[in-house]
């Protein structure tokens, strides 16, 4: 998934997230391999099966996330709440 698509989807999920319109970020399935995540708001966001290898989840939300059966192999964790 390209960078620029990702950051539409995480701005409509926080504005979702606030009650402002927006859609829940759907990223099922999604190939978010080396993906810049470093402060993102995935709270309650579906990551199911996503393949988030070598992602840099840093200082990233990801309270009441779905990450079932996703690939979390090799992620930057640091300081991910």
């Known amino acids: 998934m390209k960078q620029e698509e990702l ?4 701005e409509n999920h926080g504005k979702w997230l606030f009650n402002e319109g927006g859609d829940r970020a759907d990223l099922s399935n999604a190939d978010l391999k080396n993906t810049n995540l470093r402060f993102a708001n995935l709270r309650l966001a579906d990551l199911r099966g996503a393949n988030l290898s070598y992602a840099d989840l840093s ?5 009441g996330a779905n990450l079932s059966y ?3 192999n090799w992620i930057n964790w640091r300081d991910v709440v």
């Open 7 to 10: 950051d539409i989807i995480l």
């Open 59 to 63: 200082y990233a939300d990801l309270n």
């Open 70 to 72: 996703a690939n979390l």
